[in-house]
């Protein structure tokens, strides 16, 4: 089993290198196109990152940011910065773990989108959403379905007026009296 252990990672280390060759074997065409792809790389990931901040100061939860669409966008950007560090080392074979971990972050990232806007939908609140979101420069609002109250909805019941009226005609109590007296004699010094 060890011996077919050894051989198997030799094995690997040969396919390796005859698909995705080291640096000192790579030409300079291909280093040079490696270390292009590694700065491309590293502006997507600082526009991801700068987008993950600006979203994260309108609240995670709100109906313009679902829940976990920060962590993805995040963790999308960090799997970017790797795959970038790898690219500017002339590793293209480090650099696709941590591409395929971003585009699946970004993928998951797209779908919490679209969920959200499938909810959003079928609550009448339809695009505005979005488009406020942009106008309230980050501030997420909420469009929530809002009943305005009929104006019986703001009349005290009687039971409650008789009482009130029933103790303005007893008077004030002497400790609130004194309670008064107090804090505006404070409020005088």
Not at 63 to 70: D, N, Q
């Amino acid at each position: 089993m060890r011996s077919a252990r050894a051989l198997n990672g030799e094995i690997t280390e040969d396919l390796k290198g005859l698909l995705y060759p080291p640096s000192h074997v790579m030409g300079p065409e291909g280093k040079e196109r490696l270390t292009s792809l590694g700065k491309r790389q590293g502006l997507l990931k600082n526009r991801t990152k700068d987008l993950g901040g600006e979203l994260s100061g309108s609240g995670e939860g709100t109906p313009s940011i679902p829940f976990g669409l920060l962590e993805k966008i995040g963790e999308a950007g960090q799997a970017m910065g790797e795959s970038e560090e790898s690219l500017k080392a002339h590793d293209p074979f480090a650099a696709r773990p941590h591409e395929e971990r971003a585009i699946q972050r970004l993928s998951e990232a797209k779908e919490t989108l679209e969920k959200a806007r499938q909810e959003c939908s079928l609550k009448g609140i339809g695009n505005r959403g979005a488009s406020l979101f942009r106008e309230g420069q980050g501030r997420a609002a909420h469009f929530g379905r809002v009943e305005i109250p009929t104006r019986d909805a703001y009349k005290v019941p009687k039971e409650y007026r008789e009482e009130i009226l029933k103790a303005m005609e007893d008077g004030l109590p002497e400790k609130y009296r004194a309670l008064n007296r107090s804090y505006f004699e404070r409020l005088i010094k």
